[in-house]
Nanobody
Framework: QVQLVESGGGSVQAGGSLRLSCVYS??????????MAWYRQGPGKQRELVAR???????TYADSVKGRFTISGFNAKNTAYLQMTGLKPEDTAVYYC?????WGQGTQVTVSS
C-alpha cells in the first residue's frame, strides 16, 4: 500500500527557512516523473494548495508563496521536498504532501513573529 511520510516541520522565527521532506513507499511503480503536490491547512482555515510539480517538471505555486518556496519532485530515494525560505507567521500550518489519491499525515510548521 502506498504511504507518504512528511518530515522536517518545526518552529522557526519569521524570516527563517525549513525544508520539508516527503518519502513515498509501498508501490512497485517508479516515482520518476510522478506529479505530486504540497498542501497546507492553517488554524481555522481550509486546506489550500501550496505547490505542485507535474510529470513534465513544470511547477505551480500559490501566489502567497511564490518566490519563497521551491518544490522538487521525487528523487532516486523516492523523496520530494518543499524548500521554504522567508517564512512568515501566516505560513503557520500543517503541511501535507499528496500524490494521486494518497496523502501523508502532515507535518506542523509554526512561524513566530
Amino acid at each position: 500500500q502506498v504511504q507518504l511520510v512528511e518530515s522536517g516541520g518545526g518552529s522557526v522565527q519569521a524570516g527563517g527557512s525549513l525544508r520539508l521532506s516527503c518519502v513515498y513507499s509501498g508501490s512497485f511503480f517508479s516515482t520518476s516523473n510522478m506529479n505530486m503536490a504540497w498542501y497546507r491547512q492553517g488554524p481555522g482555515k481550509q486546506r489550500e494548495l501550496v505547490a505542485r510539480i507535474f510529470a513534465s517538471g513544470a511547477t505551480t505555486y500559490a501566489d502567497s508563496v511564490k518566490g519563497r518556496f521551491t518544490i522538487s519532485g521525487f528523487n532516486a530515494k523516492n523523496t520530494a521536498y518543499l524548500q521554504m525560505t522567508g517564512l512568515k507567521p501566516e505560513d503557520t500550518a500543517v503541511y501535507y504532501c499528496t500524490q494521486g489519491s494518497f496523502w501523508g499525515q502532515g507535518t506542523q510548521v509554526t512561524v513566530s513573529s
